[in-house]
């Protein structure tokens, strides 16, 4: 009876994901996908949803963003108008002098006649600077633009980070199921050595070893516990709430019919590093355009209005006035800076080729990791199916006493190791899926079908730019 007890608590174990096609070949996952097929939307997505709104690193990047707008005020205020508007009292008193002829003496007497009160207003605006504003606008929105490329790739960034997190949470979940009916396993082991042991069917080396090997298992249960919290609380931190307690597996993360080759293609117009690092450039090329100010004539004009009032009198005055400023010698700054510009330029260049030549080896890396992954993942299961019919062989040859308890104990260790390479390769599998959309620009909410955050920079700066 408990030998029957023994070999059913054996094998409740979790069901395989693996399947075999008309064709022969494996389906992955197929388990899954149909127990989740009449589910709501993903789990992973609904996280990748809150981590556009929640997500620390991305609202700070919002908030640069945003300031980084405010320079396109800063440097369009040449081509606006300085409107200064003054008004004042200024105290004075009037005063007499007298001379007495027999004294020859000099006395005065002051009549304080009141304060000469005055108002103005003066307008002036730069007519011409060497087309240098103009530049330095180009280059501020061209910088701008940079910016914005490099916030879509942080989003990217944070998006796969919180995907293997999330994936990495799945399979320490698998872990810990594994090693609760590893123990439980291990405690039916343990009691029924104990039993044998009684009746001198089993030395008591067996039974010492059937409860070692129950205590090792319930420690790597307590460090699979607290390193899967230890995950739980890294992803409410990155995603803003808490970790769902049913996580499903997406049906479909990536389209695994593309070729490498057809990805460099792809990568090289959508990957979010190339792209900012072709935006700065960009921005690069035309601050060497930016005519030094130093160096170039500059034509600004002004009017002005002032009034005084004294006592009865009434006096106003118009002025306009143009002038010309031609620079002769600046110390060298321009040519310095010049020079400075030149090389952030070709610094750029450089950051750009880097960036093209890092995406084609990483994509060559992520298609070799990713297909030998989906091949790992197959002989994993395969040798999973395996080791559980090792094991039913070996408790029947334990019940006929053919086998001794260390045999069943090490059948059941090569089943869960079986089913942790499995977990471990599925995760890698999938994490090389979000690597392979991370290097195509794919890892973002238009092509996941995500709801992006209300931020949404294009509208914001066209509504900065205005506000003078």
């Given amino acids: 009876m408990i030998c029957k007890k023994f070999f059913v608590l054996i094998l409740t174990v979790s069901p395989l994901c693996y399947s075999a096609s008309s064709d022969g070949k494996a389906v992955l996952f197929e388990s899954k996908v149909k127990n989740k097929a009449t589910s709501k939307k993903s789990d992973l997505f609904f996280a990748l949803e ?10 700070s990047a919002q908030k640069a963003l945003m300031s980084a707008h405010e320079e396109h005020v800063l440097n369009s205020s040449p081509f606006k108008p300085n409107i200064s508007a003054k008004t004042g009292v200024d105290m004075k008193a009037d005063t007499q002098w007298r001379s007495n002829i027999d004294t020859d003496d000099k006395t005065h007497e002051g009549k304080n006649t009141g304060g000469v009160k005055s108002y103005g207003v003066s307008v ?9 504003d103009i530049a330095k606008l180009k280059e501020t929105d061209l910088n701008i633009k940079a910016q914005w490329s490099e916030y879509e790739a942080l989003k ?5 980070e919180v995907s293997e997190l999330y994936f990495n949470i799945v399979a320490k979940k698998q872990e810990v199921m594994h090693l609760k009916t590893l123990l439980e396993s291990r405690k039916s082991v343990v009691e029924l050595a104990t039993q044998m042991h009684s009746t001198g069917s089993v030395k008591y080396l067996d039974l ?12 790597k249960l307590s460090t699979a516990k607290a390193e899967l919290e230890s995950l739980r609380a890294q992803f409410e931190e990155s995603v803003g709430i808490p970790a769902p307690i049913e996580m499903s597996i997406p049906e479909k993360l990536f389209d695994t019919n593309l070729t490498a080759s057809k990805a460099k293609d792809i990568a090289m117009k959508y990957n979010p590093g190339i792209i900012a690092a072709t935006d700065k450039l960009s921005a690069a090329k035309e601050a060497i355009k930016i005519p030094n100010p130093g160096l170039v004539p500059s034509v600004d004009t002004k009017y002005s209005f002032d009034q005084s009032l004294r006592h ?7 002025t306009v006035s143009i002038s010309v400023s031609i620079p002769i010698y600046d110390g060298g700054v321009g040519r310095a800076k010049k020079r400075q510009a030149i090389e952030k330029a070709n610094q750029a260049a450089v950051a750009k080729e880097k960036a093209i030549q890092e995406t084609k080896r990483d994509i060559i890396a992520v ?6 992954a989906k091949e790992n993942l197959l002989c994993s299961k395969k040798a999973v199916e395996a080791c559980q019919l090792a094991l039913h062989d070996t408790e029947e040859e334990f019940k006929a006493g053919l086998k001794i308890t260390k045999d069943v104990l090490e059948a059941q260790e090569k089943l869960n190791n079986a ?3 499995e977990t471990d390769a599925e995760k890698r599998y999938f994490i090389s899926q979000c690597s392979a959309n991370a290097l195509l620009g794919r890892m973002n909410a238009k092509y996941l079908k995500l709801k992006d955050s209300d931020f949404d920079y294009k509208t914001h700066f066209a509504k900065t730019k205005t506000n003078f």
């Fill in 312 to 318: 009865k009198d009434n006096n106003r005055g118009h």
């Fill in 156 to 160: 990217q960034k944070v998006l796969r």
């Fill in 50 to 59: 809150n981590a556009l709104k929640n997500n620390k690193e991305i609202i």
């Fill in 124 to 132: 002036s605006q730069n007519i011409f600077n060497g087309l240098s």
């Fill in 208 to 219: 010492a070893q059937a409860q070692a090997d129950y205590a090792t298992t319930e420690g």
């Fill in 367 to 372: 298609w070799t990791n990713m297909e030998a």
């Fill in 419 to 421: 089913k942790f390479i």
